[in-house]
Structures are given as C-alpha cells and as structure tokens.
C-alpha cells in the first residue's frame, strides 16, 4: 500500500500536471482552429490573442535544432518526473516544492505535445485560412518537428526613443513583445516559485541518502 507521503505526493503532482496540461491543450487546439496565423483579438488595452508559431524553446527564442529542442525538453521532463519520484520515496518535502517541480515539468510537456504530434494531426496553411484536423501522418512536419502554438501577447507600454539618443534614435521601444503559451508561464512560474522559496530543497536527500 503506497505511504501517506508518497500519496500525497503523488496527488499533488498529478493534479498539477493535469490541470497544466489539459488548459494548455485546450487554449492551444482553440486558437490553432480558430485563429490565422498572425491574428490578433485585443481582449483588454494591455492584452492580446496573437496565434505565432515557433521552432524554439519558451518566447520563441531560438537553440539549436529542432529535433535537438524536442529531444531535450523529453529529457528534462524524465528527468523532473524521476526527481519527483524520487523525493516521494526518500525524504519529507514541502507540497508546495513538488507543486513547483510539477508546474515545470508539465510546461515543458505541453509543449512537446505541440512538437511530437502537431505537425502530424494539423494542416498549417497560410492566413487567412485556419488550420484543420487531418489523418495522422497527412499534417505539415515529421515527428518531433511540430510547430510549438504561442497566444498570449501583452503589450504593456511603447514610445518612441528621443531622436538624438545615439543608436536607438527614433525607433519605438514597445514592452513586453515576446508572445507565450500557457505551458511557457508554467515552466517561468515554477522557475521563480523554485528560485524564490525552494532552493533550499534542490540537492535531493542528505549524506544518508547519497
């Protein structure tokens, strides 16, 4: 019978992943079917719907291949479940630590849910038309070259930099312009939550457990 710990663990963790996962599936799936790509729906003055498609890691940033980028998210998240079952065995953490670790590790499954099966289960055509559901093996890329699908875009300010500031001189500054998915905030969320109160936690075990 699985200890009170390990259950509680478990459960949390699970909840977790689910709840991540199964939003970020649903938001993504709606836009990629709804939306053209580069179409925007304002939904509040500092909050947009933009549908972009990328190759890279979270905000579109760009490294290395994308067969690369697909293989180490895999990677990291066997590692994170691993680690979670892991703590669950060996030692008393706090719930809000596998919480976190839970957040991470489902963003980054989110995401390669867009890179392994997208590109085989959806056409990808050109604006203004939308994407649809096609037989498997019929969509727009391999295996594990999916496009990853990005939607929220919140433009918080913009001006115009004076004109005789050297460089920059005239050119608009607009903040924050990357556009993100649900599964990108999670990955952030739980990296800050991480940083800020469980540092403390991330060697695993103590010298026994070594």
């Given at each position: 019978?699985?200890?009170?710990?390990t259950?509680?663990?478990?459960?949390v963790?699970?909840?977790?992943?689910?709840?991540?996962?199964?939003?970020?599936?649903?938001?993504?799936?709606?836009?990629?079917?709804?939306?053209?790509?580069?179409?925007?729906m304002?939904?509040?003055?500092?909050?947009?719907?933009r549908?972009?498609?990328?190759?890279?890691?979270a905000?579109?940033?760009?490294?290395?291949?994308k067969?690369?980028?697909?293989?180490?998210?895999?990677?990291v998240?066997?590692?994170?479940?691993?680690y979670?079952?892991?703590?669950?065995?060996?030692?008393?953490?706090p719930?809000?630590?596998?919480?976190?670790?839970?957040?991470?590790?489902a963003?980054a499954?989110?995401?390669?849910i867009d890179?392994?099966?997208?590109?085989?289960i959806?056409s990808n055509p050109?604006p203004?038309?939308?994407?649809?559901?096609?037989?498997?093996?019929?969509?727009?890329?391999?295996?594990?070259?999916?496009?990853v699908?990005?939607?929220?875009?919140?433009?918080?300010?913009?001006?115009?930099?004076?004109?005789?500031?050297?460089v920059?001189g005239?050119?608009?500054?607009?903040?924050?312009?990357?556009?993100?998915n649900?599964?990108?905030?999670?990955i952030?969320?739980?990296?800050?939550l991480?940083?800020?109160?469980?540092?403390?936690?991330?060697p695993?075990?103590?010298?026994?457990?070594?």
């Amino acid at each position: 019978m699985m200890a009170a710990p390990t259950r509680k663990y478990a459960l949390v963790a699970s909840a977790v992943a689910v709840a991540v996962i199964v939003i970020d599936q649903i938001v993504k799936i709606w836009i990629k079917t709804h939306f053209y790509l580069g179409e925007s729906m304002p939904v509040l003055p500092f909050f947009e719907l933009r549908f972009v498609q990328n190759n890279g890691m979270a905000f579109g940033m760009e490294l290395g291949s994308k067969l690369f980028l697909t293989l180490f998210r895999i990677a990291v998240v066997g590692l994170l479940i691993w680690y979670i079952c892991r703590l669950a065995r060996r030692r008393a953490v706090p719930v809000g630590y596998v919480a976190v670790l839970s957040l991470i590790a489902a963003g980054a499954f989110g995401n390669i849910i867009d890179c392994v099966f997208y590109g085989q289960i959806f056409s990808n055509p050109m604006p203004p038309f939308v994407a649809d559901f096609v037989p498997w093996g019929e969509g727009y890329a391999p295996v594990f070259r999916g496009l990853v699908v990005d939607m929220l875009y919140f433009p918080l300010f913009s001006f115009t930099w004076p004109s005789w500031l050297p460089v920059v001189g005239g050119s608009e500054f607009s903040f924050f312009d990357p556009v993100f998915n649900i599964a990108d905030s999670a990955i952030t969320v739980g990296m800050a939550l991480l940083i800020i109160f469980y540092t403390r936690y991330i060697p695993l075990g103590d010298k026994k457990d070594a």
